[in-house]
């Protein structure tokens, strides 16, 4: 068991490497093969091959990982997910902010964020941040919903705003230190400030 468990840190620590350098995929073919696979590519934005790596010291935007944890392997290889939090934009619509909790009402779960603003890149160290989450839907360039199937031109994230899921209240203490509160149920004219079940965040 305990090998096992060690075999499953270090392929979760090398995955974490090739995460840290943002590298894509699309860029690593030679010309004619990439020009083929973007002309299929869903993704309109540059970078074409997508982004991963947000993270942007001072502000809020990018990866959070809980005090303590480990950083992206967690404490449990089997749930590691479950530390984690990001504030970062949509692998389709980049233009679209969404806030993914590895664990909100003990479920892991993605959100957009009602009115998209204010975008993460901006929040810097003493702001006190309430978002709401909300669901959002993919819309193709017709206007028509796109079933995430079939491949479509012209997509776009769009909230459902008046469905608010909960509020995350965030500060930034530090340049590399969060803290975060999650309130399922609650809208953000509800919160005022942290109270006990606030969680500390680094990266």
């Known amino acids: 068991m305990q090998k096992e468990l060690?075999?499953?840190?270090?392929?979760?620590?090398?995955?974490?490497?090739?995460?840290?350098?943002?590298?894509?995929?699309?860029?690593?073919?030679?010309?004619?093969?990439?020009?083929?696979?973007?002309?299929?590519?869903?993704?309109?934005?540059?970078?074409r091959g997508g982004k991963i790596d947000y993270d942007s010291a001072g502000t809020l935007a990018g990866n959070w990982f809980q005090q303590g944890s480990g950083g992206y392997i967690g404490k449990d290889p089997a749930n590691y997910w479950v530390t984690h939090l990001a504030f970062a934009y949509?692998?389709?619509?980049?233009?679209?902010?969404?806030?993914?909790?590895?664990?909100?009402?003990?479920?892991?779960?993605?959100?957009?964020?009602?009115?998209n603003s204010p975008d993460p890149a901006t929040v810097k160290m003493g702001q006190l941040v309430k978002y709401d989450l909300v669901p959002w839907q993919w819309y193709k360039g017709d206007g028509k919903v796109w079933d995430g199937q079939s491949y479509a031109n012209g997509l776009h994230a769009k909230n459902i705003d008046d469905q608010i899921k909960g509020v995350v209240l965030v500060e930034l203490t530090d340049a590399s230190t969060l803290k975060m509160e999650a309130f399922p149920g609650k809208s953000s004219a509800d919160i005022k400030d942290f109270d006990e079940k606030a969680v500390i965040y680094n990266r």
């Open 6 to 47: 060690a075999n499953s840190r270090a392929e979760i620590i090398e995955h974490d490497k090739s995460l840290n350098d943002g590298r894509t995929n699309v860029g690593r073919y030679g010309e004619a093969l990439k020009d083929q696979l973007l002309a299929k590519d869903i993704r309109q934005a540059t970078p």
């Open 90 to 115: 949509d692998a389709i619509d980049p233009s679209h902010l969404i806030v993914s909790l590895g664990s909100f009402n003990s479920q892991p779960q993605q959100f957009g964020v009602k009115g």
